[in-house]
């Protein structure tokens, strides 16, 4: 079975400060990684994916194959960030499984 | 461009009433799903198709079916809509990219 755990429900951080959300992951194979944003009152959208190994709105993701997670990171947290990440996992024929998300609040 | 059209936006129910859910996709995409987002829950699958003519169970489908009617279509039916089923609705494809684009959701209460 394929399971996407973010432990942590909400996280509150101040603008300036580095912000980290946890993604763990639990599957057999070879997984898809992603990370998806919802920013209020708007569909889930694709923040970043592992394969492509990029940063988007300067969040990056660091797939760990050992600790089987992929957490999502940015060194300094900006008020826009504010909004509900899901952690995503693409396994075997074609399902996809997300986290139970993790809503940022960026304080002022 | 429309991407992912569901519809309808919102809806309410009574009790046992029956209803289908509609999802478009105009991207070619082979792979479809259904999810509900409930506070403090996220996003469970219902129902998932990874290409035209499969269906396969996600988390949480009792209570539902689902219908691949062919490439660029994919609904979900309650048959008799119970107080539970009161959710948020998101229908999503993906294409070889394996990206997921979501439609903008179906807002459900059954009363």
């Known amino acids: 079975a394929q399971r996407v755990t973010q432990p942590e429900k909400l996280l509150s951080v101040f603008k300036g400060a580095p912000v980290e959300l946890k993604c763990n992951y639990s599957?057999?194979?070879?997984?898809?990684l992603f990370w998806y944003v919802q920013y209020s009152r708007q569909r889930l959208q694709l923040l970043l994916r592992?394969?492509s190994r990029e940063s988007i709105k300067g969040f990056t993701a660091d797939l760990n194959k050992g600790e089987t997670s992929f957490h999502l990171k940015k060194p300094f947290a900006q008020e826009e960030d504010s909004a509900m990440y899901y952690c995503?996992?693409?396994?075997?024929?074609?399902?996809?499984?997300f986290g139970k998300g993790t809503l940022l609040t960026v304080n002022p | 461009n429309a991407g992912v059209t569901q519809t309808p936006k919102f809806q309410v129910l009574k009790t046992g009433q029956s209803m289908t859910l509609q999802c478009a996709q105009d991207?070619?995409?082979?792979?479809m799903y259904w999810y509900r987002q409930d506070p403090g829950m996220g996003l469970r699958l219902i129902y998932y198709?990874?290409?035209?003519?499969?269906?396969d169970k996600g988390e949480v489908p009792n209570g539902y079916n689902v219908s691949r009617l062919n490439k660029r279509e994919f609904s979900l039916r309650l048959e008799s809509a119970a107080p539970s089923q009161t959710s948020v609705y998101f229908c999503?494809?993906?294409?070889?990219?394996?990206?997921?684009?979501f439609g903008q959701g179906t807002r459900l209460t059954v009363v």
């Open positions: 999503a494809s993906t294409g070889a990219g394996l990206e997921a684009f």
């Open positions: 599957y057999s194979g070879s997984p898809e």
């Open positions: 592992h394969i």
């Open positions: 995503a996992l693409s396994g075997s024929n074609y399902k996809l499984t």
């Open positions: 991207m070619n995409h082979n792979s």
């Open positions: 198709s990874a290409s035209e003519g499969t269906t």
